[in-house]
């Protein structure tokens, strides 16, 4: 082989495919601290005053009883009483000068709590604060709110109907936990809280814009995968486009995709209340430079289901002569967003089923193949008849599964499957096995990629495609600290689904999910690319370069991946052995090395659990050979122009 212990030959003249621009991509899914303590600027916990349905039960500080009766994260003040599951916590007064109202502070150990459900209000001196505050009221109350210590005062009109009362807080300290209250005073009436928020008044779109900046900086072209995931069946896009303080909280049950105790809003007491909608969402990906991919709420495969998937393919879609594409319009976005990937469920053959969750709290086991198939040949055709330039992407499921599917007459419509069998289970303490965990992508998903290929193509006369769409090691959800373990899982499995890509038809891969559980870790008051990220800044130089074909064994311990970008070679070499350098000659044949290049290093600065990558450039003087030095368990990018 041209790779040895010494040498590896990199021959200019073997170029194969160009890398799809969209090879590379992520997930934005709607869990756990991915938005909440994450991607959104919402400081305030449980904004929409939500409470668990009946019987359901949480893990958290005091047992089973948080959040079932009053709101969880919220304390009374006065008397207050929660009236619904959401959206109507109800303060009613016999004087003028009683107050009623609510209070929020830190709980459960503050931010994040690490991946966990803690929660905490930061604020930085001299920045301000937009606190806004939807309310119903029977009478003119006056609204006294504090934030830290700054008291400001607001007047309900007492309209008895909803009305919104707004007013920007200057921080005048720094902290880690502030104290919010507000409460009604000076009127003999109800009033009723349907929602309150509190942002930074340098959010974008409600927004983070240093984790947006993080996510820009990954330079991932690909999908961005969204809402889900676990989260997409509960997701209801027409509600989202309601202004926020007008949205219901979307409940997902604690039993459904249960990754970590609680599901998958478990974090958030079981309710997401900081969605994107799709106008922030298209936007986000215009941002960042990404690709919109939109996961469908299938499940049962109702009417209702139907319905809304064509309305939102002809939202984003239709021309503004179209009922929804012409809702689109009226919200300022007069040309059609042209998204292309829809994704047909998730999960879908494993995940159990919920037909009117919170209401109806019961569920039904997942779908046979056979019923799935039935679904998708009432979809299919309706969605493809609304907007026939869509790539459909099916749940993968086993081959057993996937050849129910695959067969005429849907399987010629599919564009690619879904495909999660990326996850693997570490959390490497020795050498070794920081090495093993290395190898992984290599050693499992590589066949199971290559199996699945072997199920596509014979139970298909025409192409189906492969989305490789949930990958990471630990699972993502149970790592506190991603080390340069999770790195070199993210190098490894890139530089494989890159080399492999055309041959097995991978067509897309998605890291689940970079925020919070991954590639970006975000504090409060910053945030910053962990090991993953560094990869992936990395690697994401190969989106539309020619791949040279290089021969090699991927049981080596060096992973190289060579490709030529615009007018230079960039060869990248990560060294997975945990115990000991590697120095190589890199030889280049038919081109010429007449410039100095560049060389970047992903060194890693120990093997624990906390270790990451230092980042080290040099320059590479002009050679047809180069030396270079890989030491252990970090990552070599050499990148030469070439005559």
């Not at 979809?379 to 749940?395: N, T």
Request: negative net charge; hydrophobic residues 40%; charged residues 10%.
């Amino acid at each position: 082989t041209a790779l040895t212990a010494h040498g590896l030959v990199v021959d200019l003249s073997r170029r194969a495919e160009t890398v799809s621009q969209t090879l590379l991509g992520n997930d934005l899914e709607f869990t756990r601290h991915d938005l909440f303590n994450g991607l959104s600027a919402q400081l305030v916990a449980n904004r929409l005053f939500a409470v668990q349905p009946p019987g359901t039960r949480w893990p958290f500080p005091d047992g089973s009883g948080w959040g079932s009766v009053f709101p969880a994260r919220w304390q009374a003040i006065g008397s207050p009483v929660s009236t619904a599951l959401a959206r109507a916590v109800t303060c009613s007064t016999t004087d003028v000068i009683s107050q009623c109202g609510l209070l929020q502070q830190a709980v459960g150990g503050g931010f994040s709590s690490g991946l966990s459900f803690g929660s905490s209000i930061g604020l930085l001196a001299g920045a301000n604060y937009e606190f806004q505050l939807q309310a119903t009221a029977s009478a003119p109350f006056y609204v006294l709110i504090q934030l830290a210590s700054q008291t400001v005062q607001v007047q309900l009109l007492g309209l008895g109907q909803p009305e919104n009362v707004s007013v920007t807080i200057p921080a005048i300290n720094t902290t880690t936990d502030a104290t919010l209250s507000f409460v009604v005073h000076g009127a003999i009436g109800q009033a009723v809280f349907h929602a309150v928020s509190l942002l930074p008044a340098n959010h974008w779109r409600g927004l983070r814009p240093d984790v947006i900046a993080d996510l820009k900086s990954l330079n991932f072209h690909g999908l961005l995968r969204y809402p889900g995931g676990c989260f997409a069946p509960f997701y209801r896009w027409k509600d989202n486009l309601l202004p926020p303080l007008s949205q219901s909280p979307v409940f997902t049950p604690p039993n459904y995709c249960t990754a970590v105790a609680g599901g998958v809003n478990a974090y958030t007491d079981g309710v997401m209340d900081t969605g994107i909608n799709i106008d922030d969402y298209i936007a986000l990906c215009d941002a960042i430079g990404a690709t919109p991919a939109i996961t469908l709420p299938l499940q049962f495969g109702t009417a209702q289901e139907l319905n809304d998937s064509i309305d939102w393919v002809e939202y984003c879609n239709g021309n503004a002569s179209t009922p929804y594409g012409s809702l689109r319009a009226q919200r300022g976005h007069p040309a059609p967003y042209n998204v292309r990937y829809w994704y047909l469920g998730n999960e879908i053959n494993m995940q159990a089923r919920f037909r009117n969750y919170p209401n109806d709290t019961s569920s039904l086991p997942p779908p046979s193949a056979e019923l799935y198939t039935t679904m998708l040949e009432v979809m299919v055709p309706a969605l493809l008849a609304k907007d026939p330039g869509l790539q459909l992407f099916a749940v993968e499921g086993g081959a057993a599964w996937d050849t129910v599917w695959l067969t005429p007459p849907i399987g010629k419509y599919i564009s690619a499957t879904s495909f999660h069998g990326g996850y693997a289970n570490g959390a490497p303490r020795t050498p070794q096995e920081f090495s093993q965990a290395a190898h992984i992508p290599t050693s499992t998903v590589l066949p199971g990629i290559r199996a699945l290929r072997g199920t596509l193509n014979a139970s298909s006369s025409s192409f189906v495609g492969i989305s490789a769409d949930e990958y990471g090691l630990g699972p993502p959800w149970d790592v506190s600290t991603f080390n340069v373990a999770h790195g070199m899982y993210a190098a490894a499995f890139i530089s494989t689904i890159i080399s492999i890509a055309s041959e097995s038809g991978v067509l897309f891969s998605n890291y689940f999910e970079p925020v919070n559980e991954g590639a970006i870790v975000v504090e409060q008051f910053d945030s910053y690319l962990t090991a993953i990220g560094d990869v992936m800044a990395l690697y994401s130089r190969y989106q539309g370069c020619a791949r040279i074909q290089l021969d090699f064994n991927f049981d080596d311990d060096i992973l190289p991946l060579a490709a030529i970008c615009n007018t230079s070679l960039v060869l990248t070499l990560a060294n997975r052995n945990a115990t000991s350098d590697t120095a190589i000659v890199v030889s280049i044949t038919n081109g010429s090395v007449t410039r100095p290049g560049q060389q970047v290093l992903l060194h890693a600065d120990g093997l624990t659990a906390v270790s990451q990558f230092s980042v080290e450039t040099s320059v590479i003087t002009p050679s047809q050979q180069i030396p270079v030095t890989i030491p252990l368990y970090s990552i070599a990018q050499i990148v030469v122009p070439i005559a």
